[in-house]
C-alpha cells in the first residue's frame, strides 16, 4: 500500500505558543543549544491505489482544503517510499 | 409572526441550549437545528453555539465546517441571512471563510474563564444595533484558541472597513491580534464573537444581562427588513 504524507506546520509569521513551551523546557531536562522549537502536525495518508499524478492532485486539494488552514498554515506533500 | 433563530447543535457543542434561551428572552422562537440536517426549517437566523464541536480535532471548527447543514448556512449568509457565531461558532465561521483570519491557541496556553469588559466598536451589524459605538459591555469568555490572528493587511482592511465589532477592554485575555474580540462581514449580516453574550442574558446567571443586546438586534433588524 502507498503511503503519502502531509505535513502542516505554522506559517512562519504566526506565532506557536506550544513549540515556544517545549523550547522553554527544554534546558530545564539538559537539551541545551536548541534556539528554536515549531510543533506542527503530520498526516499518513494510506492509498488504496497507486500513487499517480491525479492521486496527488487530490491529496493536494484535500490538503489545500481541509488538512491545513492555509490562512495560518503551510503545508508539504510527499511520496514515503515502502520500507522506509 | 414570530422570528425564528436555528441554533446548531453540533456533536460537542456546549452552549447551544444557552442560546436557545437567549433566543428566547430577547422574544424570537429559538429552533434546534442538527448538523446533519441541510434543511434550515424557515429560521431567519442562525446562531452557531460555542463547545467543542467533533472535539476541536484537526483544527477548532474545521469538521463542522463541512457539515451538511453548514452547506446551507454558507450559501444563505452568502445571500444575507443574519448568522452569529460565538466561540467555537466563530471558529467555524472562520473554517468556512464567511469571515477571515484564523482563531489560535490562548499566548499564555492557558485555557481562560472570565467576565470580560469588551467595547462595542460597530454598532451597525445585524447583531449589534441594539448597542451605540463605543458601549462598553461584560460578558463571559471561557476559551482556549481565542487568539484572532490574521496578516497585516487583513487587519487593516478590517479596520479602515469598521469591520472590527468588539474589542477587549482593560486585558487581552488571549493575545488577540489589535485586541480583536469580534468581526464582521462585508454585509454585516456574519459576525464572529469570541465572548459569550448568551451567558450574560439573566441577572440570576450572569455577569450582567448585557449580552442579550445581540439577540434583540436580530430581532429589530429582521422586523424592520
Redesign the interface.
Known amino acids: 500500500m502507498a503511503r503519502v504524507v502531509v505535513d502542516v506546520m505554522?506559517k512562519p509569521?504566526?506565532?506557536d505558543?506550544?513549540g515556544q513551551?517545549v523550547q522553554r523546557a527544554l534546558p530545564r531536562l539538559g537539551f541545551t543549544g536548541i534556539a528554536d522549537v515549531r510543533q506542527g502536525k503530520r498526516f499518513e495518508l494510506e492509498l488504496e491505489g497507486p500513487v499517480d499524478d491525479a492521486a496527488l492532485a487530490r491529496i493536494r486539494e484535500a490538503a489545500e482544503t481541509?488538512?491545513a488552514?492555509t490562512?495560518?498554515e503551510d503545508f508539504t506533500v510527499r511520496i514515503e517510499e515502502d520500507g522506509k | 409572526m414570530t422570528t425564528r433563530v436555528g441554533v446548531v447543535t453540533f456533536p460537542g457543542s456546549l452552549d447551544d441550549r444557552d442560546a436557545q434561551r437567549a433566543v428566547r428572552l430577547a422574544g424570537a422562537e429559538p429552533v434546534a437545528l442538527w448538523h446533519r440536517d441541510k434543511d434550515l426549517h424557515q429560521v431567519d437566523a442562525v446562531v452557531l453555539p460555542g463547545g467543542f464541536s467533533y472535539g476541536d480535532y484537526?483544527?477548532c471548527g474545521?469538521i463542522s465546517r463541512?457539515s451538511p447543514v453548514m452547506d446551507t448556512i454558507i450559501e444563505q449568509a452568502k445571500l444575507g441571512m443574519p448568522v452569529l457565531g460565538i466561540c467555537n461558532g466563530f471558529q467555524v465561521l472562520?473554517?468556512s471563510h464567511l469571515l477571515?483570519?484564523?482563531l489560535?491557541?490562548?499566548?499564555?496556553?492557558h485555557f481562560i474563564c472570565r467576565d470580560q469588559k469588551l467595547r462595542i466598536e460597530n454598532a451597525e451589524t445585524a447583531w449589534t444595533r441594539d448597542y451605540s459605538a463605543g458601549q462598553e459591555i461584560t460578558v463571559p469568555l471561557k476559551n482556549g484558541e481565542g487568539?484572532f490572528?490574521?496578516?497585516e493587511r487583513v487587519l487593516d482592511a478590517l479596520e479602515a472597513e469598521g469591520r472590527i465589532v468588539a474589542r477587549y477592554l482593560d486585558v487581552n485575555p488571549n493575545?488577540s491580534y489589535r485586541d480583536i474580540a469580534g468581526i464582521t462581514n462585508a454585509a454585516g449580516n456574519v459576525v464572529g464573537l469570541m465572548p459569550h453574550p448568551e451567558h450574560a442574558v439573566e441577572e440570576l446567571t450572569g455577569p450582567t444581562t448585557e449580552g442579550l443586546g445581540f439577540f434583540t438586534s436580530v430581532l429589530k433588524q429582521l422586523v424592520n427588513a
Open positions: 505554522l509569521e504566526i506565532l505558543p506550544q513551551a481541509f488538512l488552514n490562512v495560518i | 484537526l483544527r474545521a463541512f472562520c473554517e477571515p483570519g484564523a489560535t491557541r490562548n499566548d499564555s496556553l487568539r490572528v490574521a496578516d493575545g
